[in-house]
């Protein structure tokens, strides 16, 4: 029998802007999307997989490697197919029609990273009523990655906060960011520095802002793991974050104990 329902919103993005008016390929992760998405399965819970636009994710090239998966040729044989063949993968919902339903039937929400969460969950409305939902009934809810930057679409001024940002502007970020239902969090994202390696070797421009910045800007108290592509995870009352793609599944275990732990406050109030 299923423990319950998870929502996981994905993105629909395939490039990001670059510094200079150019774009670089962008997508979903693929051990960032589905390990954390496996573990859900394997606790006992439904996924709900939806997207801004009811498409499929794209799969960052970037991702479909063993490096992503310590070099274990069958985790990632299993990761490609699940992804490829899955329905949990396929069947995929518009978000909001999702939204339009009520989200009252669902336990938790995930959002997986690649950089493609920095173009449209950021500042997606429908994103926004996921996150507001879920802070304000205290229900789990994950992020991993650049995942973490979506957590800005509660804002009411998302676009302005990035249009903001954008612009080099701060202050006005600051501004727009005003009255943030996550404001002064613990919580973590892809760092600065680690993005540096995705702007060299991958997007070969820079990008307009950092991760971190955006959070703090909003007003979010961030940190990161000292060593780069560690694994590391931030965890303050119902928000769970991860750092990078090695903390894959440190937020997927992280995640579904904190839906045991509401699932028993849930039962001993009943």
């Known amino acids: 029998m299923s423990k319950g329902k998870v929502l996981v919103v994905g993105s629909n993005a395939d490039r990001i802007e670059v510094e200079g008016g150019g774009w670089g390929p962008t997508g979903n992760y693929l051990n960032e999307t589905v390990v954390p998405i496996m573990s859900l399965i394997d606790a006992g819970y439904d996924i709900v997989l939806a997207t801004p636009d009811g498409n499929k994710m794209h799969l960052d ?23 490829n063949k899955s329905p949990v993968m396929n069947q995929i919902r518009v978000l909001k029609s999702v939204t339009d339903e009520g989200l009252d039937g669902y336990a938790a929400v995930f959002v997986p990273g690649g950089q493609a969460p920095v173009i449209d969950l950021m500042q997606d409305r429908e994103m926004g009523v996921v996150l507001r939902h879920f802070h304000e009934k205290s229900k789990p809810t994950a992020l991993l990655c650049h995942g973490p930057i979506a957590l800005v679409s509660a804002l009411p001024h ?28 613990k919580m973590t994202i892809f760092s600065a520095s680690e993005e540096k390696w995705v702007e060299k070797e991958i997007l070969h421009g820079k990008m307009y802002f950092t991760m971190p910045q955006a959070l703090t800007a909003a007003g979010g108290d961030v940190s990161a793991a000292k060593v780069d592509f560690e694994p ?35 039962s001993q109030a009943a």
């Open 61 to 83: 090239a970037a991702s479909d490697s063993l490096v992503h998966f310590g070099g274990d040729k069958a985790a990632y044989n299993r990761a490609k197919e699940f992804w």
């Open 232 to 266: 590391n995870v931030v965890v303050d009352r119902e928000l769970i974050t991860g750092q990078n793609p090695r903390s894959d599944h440190l937020v997927g275990s992280t995640l579904v104990e904190a839906l045991g732990r509401a699932a028993k406050k849930s």
């Open 158 to 185: 998302s676009r302005e906060f990035r249009a903001a940002l954008m612009a080099g502007d701060d202050a006005k970020a600051r501004e727009w960011a005003k009255g943030w239902q996550y404001a002064g969090y």
